[in-house]
Structure formats: C-alpha cells, structure tokens
Nanobody, 123 residues
Framework: QVQLVESGGGLVQAGGSLRLSCVASGRTFSTYAMAWFRQAPGKEREFVAAITWLGRSTSYSDSVKGRFTISRDNAKNTVYLQMNSVKPDDTAVYYC????????????????WGQGTQVTVSS
C-alpha cells in the first residue's frame, strides 16, 4: 500500500512557475506509475500528466503540454510537476496519484491518491 503527500502549491502570478512535489511511502513504489490530476472549482477532476515507473514515458493533457513537466526520482520516492508559464485556468487543487500498473496513463483509475495541494494563479 502507498501513501502520497503533495506539497508546493500556493499563489502565483500568471506567467510564473511552481514545482509540486509528491512524496510516496509504502511498498513497491518503484513499480508504480504516477500521475497528476487537478480539479478546479465547479469542474470535474481532470488528468494533467503521467509518468511510468521507470520514468521513460510521459503523457500530458493538451492544456498543459509544453508548459508542465512531470518527473520522478524513485530513490527519493518522489514525483514532481514543474509548472511553467502558468495561467489563471491552471487554478485548481492538484492531486498526486499512483497505480500498481507500471505503465498506467490518463485513462487509468488510479489506486492511490494524495490529499491535494491548492494552486492559485492570479491574473
């Protein structure tokens, strides 16, 4: 079983940058695919980015492609979301997720979730 804790959210101006972190604890983290989702007020949760357990493949939603980068450091049991050129539409609670399928992607119903971290982008 895996526990996930996100951090790094906050208030940032449009065009700025943030780096979100998700620290995982538990068993067999290195075999888990990891992902970031977000949920904005009044909207459904949406996929942001995913990375396979070896970090050799990534996927992104069209809305963040070219601006956000997902990465992981399995030695530190941590996955990151580097958010550059943020926009007000990026405002949301960002959730870290993990799945036992090492190649899980956008369509996966992930096994484990963090508590979320708020990202607010001002105009």
């Amino acid at each position: 079983q895996v526990q996930l804790v996100e951090s790094g959210g906050g208030l940032v101006q449009a065009g700025g940058s943030l780096r979100l972190s998700c620290v995982a604890s538990g068993r067999t983290f290195s075999t888990y695919a990891m992902a970031w989702f977000r949920q904005a007020p009044g909207k459904e949760r949406e996929f942001v980015a995913a990375i396979t357990w070896l970090g050799r493949s990534t996927s992104y939603s069209d809305s963040v492609k070219g601006r956000f980068t997902i990465s992981r450091d399995n030695a530190k049991n941590t996955v990151y979301l580097q958010m550059n050129s943020v926009k007000p539409d990026d405002t949301a609670v960002y959730y870290c997720a993990a799945d036992r399928n090492p190649v899980a992607g956008a369509s996966t119903r992930y096994d484990y979730w963090g508590q979320g971290t708020q990202v607010t982008v001002s105009s």
